[in-house]
């Protein structure tokens, strides 16, 4: 990490530097400290795509065998753009194509939804698509990411992986579903989309599968000779009966619900205005029902309303939680509720934050509060409160017990600082206290004693343990941490491998 400008020390004042994110140089770090150890990386974004992907899909077959083709063949273009109308069945048949794909194949797939707080723009395609590859790598995450570097490790990270997949005799395809609901295109200025992130010259081997409505056009920051500018790669996909099927019996849910009692309706404004994300326990303590009442409302009376999603950091032992069924529900309920009352169940989501602040984070806190409702504060660009979350030792160190390593809250930081970077008049001592934040975590993750991880390892937490291990700093001490993991078995391939190429 390099020092930067000019620091602020002993209390001095900061004036005429240029802000960065490195605004100031905290205690003994100076010179260059490359950090690039950090959590290994298991990836549970395909458990996301299969709360999305249908139980069954129809009269499909033929499309199935399209996208296996383009893949597969050697003499195909590296895009394919496969454009429809709403509730036409694309994501229907993307997810199903990324769970059930051809032998030979490896898919990482990004799903743009405007349903789900922090899935609707660059950041958090950047954020999945490098926790994929870094998995298919045997890498961790890179450390440390900034706007000016997300997109070339990005691109790196993408080329590698197919390099890799080439000599395996496989094939990397990348799957990104709707394009239109990205958020990023109209957010700022300097806002960039997330097809501007898709490479134009694509490494060798690397296929690319995107999908979306024929509206809105390709964002002007795409460049003139990209790819996605030939409109020779478009393939509209016809309409499914299905589909049509599922839309009216959405359609006449969200109906009724919008007219329902007081409660249903107050569940409705909830899971809009948090952005989705939200579990059953999470919806009864903010409407006061049980959560008995609240799964029956969902399940029994809304049925297809609203659909589930795997908890993004601990799926299959949190519960899961639950977003609106489709886009065009999230934007039909946004208009029924109306800006105010919108307003109201966010105030909502305020307070009930609040009350976990001010309990110190506790070990039952919602995991909505520790991701969810920070890509909700970050999309209304609500400093005062993006700054409380992202400059919050002890939320960071609830977040840490939870997910094991620090990224999430590295990346929170880097996304505050961009926001205020954005600003006319940045607001330099919001982005030391940032800097601050950010130095004391990168400074615990140097301490980290190297027998530690073998200690978790031995109580039956070997996942947590190789984290913890990959977290250390130091590539020396990260290959004692890695080594002490072997245990009574030194000669293990896999934990041994990973020792050595630390």
């Not at 499909?60 to 065998?65: A, G, H, K, V």
């Not at 490790?153 to 005799?169: F, K, P, S, V």
């Not at 400093?383 to 160190?397: E, S």
Request: charged share 20%.
């Amino acid at each position: 990490m390099n020092a930067g400008p000019p620091s602020a020390q002993g209390g001095q004042q900061v004036t005429g530097a240029q802000v960065t994110r490195d605004v100031v140089q905290i205690r003994d770090v100076t010179g260059d400290v490359n950090l690039h150890a950090g959590p290994v990386v298991r990836s549970a974004y395909l458990e996301q795509v299969r709360q999305i992907a249908p139980p069954h899909l129809h009269d499909r077959d033929s499309e199935l065998t399209e996208l296996a083709a383009f893949c597969i063949e050697p003499d195909r273009g590296p895009y394919v753009w496969w454009q429809a109308a709403a509730w036409t069945g694309k994501t229907a048949l993307m997810s199903w194509f990324v769970l059930h794909p051809p032998p030979g194949l490896q898919v990482v797939p990004f799903f743009v939804t405007a349903r789900y707080a922090g899935q609707s723009d660059r950041v958090a395609f950047t954020d999945v698509m490098l926790e994929q590859l870094a998995e298919v790598l045997g890498q961790p995450m890179p450390a440390y990411l900034t706007e000016a570097t997300r997109e070339s490790h990005l691109l790196q990270m993408l080329a590698e992986t197919a390099d890799m997949c080439q000599r395996r005799g496989q094939r990397l395809v990348l799957v990104v579903d709707g394009l239109d609901e990205d958020r990023g295109v109209t957010i700022g200025p300097d806002a960039h989309s997330i097809a501007a992130l898709l490479p134009a010259r694509p490494a060798a081997g690397l296929r690319i599968i995107v999908a979306g409505r024929p509206d809105p056009p390709v964002p002007s920051d795409v460049p003139d000779d990209h790819p996605l500018r030939d409109m020779g790669i478009v393939r509209v996909l016809g309409r499914s009966p299905w589909a049509e099927v599922v839309k009216a019996d959405m359609q006449r849910e969200l109906k009724r619900l919008l007219h329902g009692t007081p409660a249903e309706q107050d569940l409705l404004g909830l899971v809009t205005a948090a952005g989705g994300g939200l579990s059953s326990p999470d919806l009864a303590d903010l409407a006061g029902q049980s959560v008995y009442e609240v799964e029956e409302n969902l399940h029994a009376v809304a049925g297809r309303t609203f659909t589930t999603r795997a908890s993004r950091w601990q799926p299959g032992t949190a519960p899961p939680v639950y977003v609106l069924g489709h886009e065009e529900l999230q934007a039909a309920a946004a208009r029924f509720l109306g800006d105010a009352r919108l307003a109201g169940y966010r105030q909502h989501l305020h307070t009930w934050a609040d009350s976990y602040r001010q309990r110190d984070w506790p070990g039952e806190t919602p995991e909505y509060l520790l991701r969810g409702y920070y890509r909700l504060l970050h999309a209304a660009k609500d400093i005062p409160r993006i700054l409380a979350c992202a400059t919050d030792q002890v939320r960071h160190d609830r977040m840490l017990d939870v997910t094991g390593g620090d990224t999430a809250a590295l990346t929170e930081i880097a996304d505050a600082q961009d926001l205020i970077l954005s600003l006319d008049e940045p607001d330099l001592l919001a982005m030391v206290h940032l800097a601050i934040r950010r130095s004391s975590i990168a400074e615990r993750n140097t301490k980290i004693p190297t027998g530690l991880p073998a200690v978790w390892a031995m109580v039956g937490h070997p996942t947590r343990a190789e984290a913890l291990a990959r977290a250390i700093t130091d590539p020396y001490r990260q290959a004692q941490a890695l080594t002490a993991l072997t245990g009574n078995n030194p000669r293990s391939p896999g934990t041994r491998q990973r020792a050595a190429a630390a």
